[in-house]
């Protein structure tokens, strides 16, 4: 046996040990998707998506599907330790047997409010309490194309967050009681 000393750096989750915390970040990937996409000296955003999801009418299919999903399958492993982008990279992952013009540029600027918080991760405090607290919500025919609700939740021990989700229901929810349901 080998001693490899302690753990910094795990498929590219980078691993940053203090005294009491733990942080998971996957700061160097995050920057190598900028560069793949050619967007490393872009303008940062606020937010990862609109409020409402305009333009997504537009029919114009995307010149390049291969590199579409390339890039929305590497942001769907970057949400391992970003779950604030968790939403937004469900909602283009829906578009990936044809993503249109509309699509890509809504990756885009996915990729500008990463370009922005590229150093977000995980953090882990040792002094957290055990009591476990969930947190679930759920919007009423959210998605302009299909109606169809999107559910989203996140479970945290103490303050750290150990688990979240956010996709989309199978069925279409004629209230919005049914839908958080």
């Known amino acids: ?3 490899l000393s302690s753990l910094h750096y795990f498929h590219s989750i980078q691993i940053s040990p203090a005294t009491d915390d733990l ?3 996957q700061t160097k990937y995050a920057i ?10 872009c303008k940062p955003m606020g937010t990862p998506m609109m409020p409402k999801a305009k333009g997504l009418t537009s029919q114009t299919p995307f010149s390049n599907p291969a590199h579409y999903c390339s890039i929305v399958d590497a942001l769907q492993y ?7 982008l968790s939403y937004s990279v469900n909602f283009v992952s829906q578009f990936m047997r044809s993503p249109t013009e509309a699509n890509y540029k809504m990756v885009k600027r996915i990729l500008r409010y990463l370009k922005g918080t590229v150093d977000l991760g995980l953090h882990f405090s040792s002094h957290s309490t055990l009591d476990l607290y969930a947190f679930s919500n759920a ?3 959210g998605c302009p194309i299909t109606r169809r609700s999107t559910t ?3 479970v945290f021990l103490g303050s750290n967050c150990i688990s979240w989700s956010a996709k ?6 004629r209230s919005s009681s049914k839908a958080e349901y």
């Open 139 to 141: 919007d009423w025919a």
């Open 1 to 3: 046996m080998k001693d």
């Open 168 to 173: 989309k229901q199978h069925t279409v929810s």
């Open 152 to 154: 989203g939740y996140c």
């Open 23 to 25: 942080t998971l970040s």
């Open 32 to 41: 190598d998707i900028l560069e793949r996409d050619k967007m490393h000296d």
């Open 78 to 84: 970057l949400t391992l330790t970003r779950p604030d």
